[in-house]
């Protein structure tokens, strides 16, 4: 079975630094992307940025450039979003998803993580 | 202010159909697969519809999708309850490896 497994809910300060993990099993690791995407309470899906977990080329959304870091270790089949120094506008729920190269297709899913930032 | 307009909700009753549309541009859904994504309440989003129209295995007929020019359209025939959820398009745009998505559709089940 093809499953993307997020790691759990985390508790942060502002100004904290964190690093959310997304381990992909069931199917070969560097041929497909892996993308975050930000979901913020009661909002919509946006797009964060994505990783070719080959080479750990990235791209990320102009929103997103600067404030967060996206990699990869394909060793071990995961991928990481980090900051070094979180705000209370990043508390939102963070999945990831193996994307289509050509498709763009975003299947699976991470469970998703829920990132909460507060003082 | 998302990249793909979506309307905000739609309804109807059990057994009656849907359409959710989604418009973009020539940078995003003019030149790039369309998919679908469900969100049931309190979970992560699920492929419905992927390369405008197919369906992956597991997914009722019931969803189908299709897309001409800029703009793309999700249909739901046969109403159910357990159709209530957010509904998002979602496609590339500009850069190799770049994602945009609708601003979402609640779908109610009157």
């Known amino acids: 079975e093809v499953q993307l497994v997020q790691s759990g809910a985390e508790v942060k300060k502002p100004g904290e630094s964190l690093r959310l993990s997304c381990k992909g099993s069931?199917?070969?690791?560097?041929?497909?992307?892996i993308s975050w995407v930000r979901q913020m309470p009661g909002k919509g899906l946006e797009w964060m940025g994505t990783?070719?977990?080959?080479?750990?080329?990235?791209n990320y959304s102009p929103s997103f450039q600067g404030h967060v870091t996206i990699s990869a270790d394909k060793s071990i089949t995961t991928a990481y979003l980090q900051w070094s120094s979180l705000k209370a506008s990043d508390s939102a729920m963070y999945y990831c998803?193996?994307?289509?190269?050509?498709?763009?297709?975003?299947?699976?899913w991470g469970q998703g993580t829920l990132v909460t930032v507060s003082s | 202010q998302s990249v793909l307009t979506q309307p905000p909700s739609v309804s109807a009753a059990p057994g009656q159909k849907v359409t959710i549309s989604c418009s973009g541009s020539?940078?995003?859904?003019?030149?790039?697969?369309v998919s679908w994504y469900q969100q049931l309440p309190g979970t992560a989003p699920k492929l419905l519809i992927y390369e405008d129209n197919k369906r992956p295995s597991g997914i009722p007929d019931r969803f189908s999708g299709s897309k001409s020019g800029t703009s793309a359209t999700l249909g739901i025939t046969g109403l159910q309850t357990g159709d209530e959820a957010d509904y998002y398009c979602g496609t590339g745009d500009g850069s190799l490896s770049g994602w945009v998505f609708g601003g979402g559709t609640r779908v109610t089940v009157l």
């Open positions: 020539s940078s995003n859904i003019g030149n790039n697969y």
């Open positions: 069931g199917y070969s690791f560097t041929d497909y992307w």
């Open positions: 990783i070719d977990p080959r080479d750990s080329y990235t």
């Open positions: 998803a193996r994307v289509g190269t050509v498709t763009k297709k975003g299947d699976p």
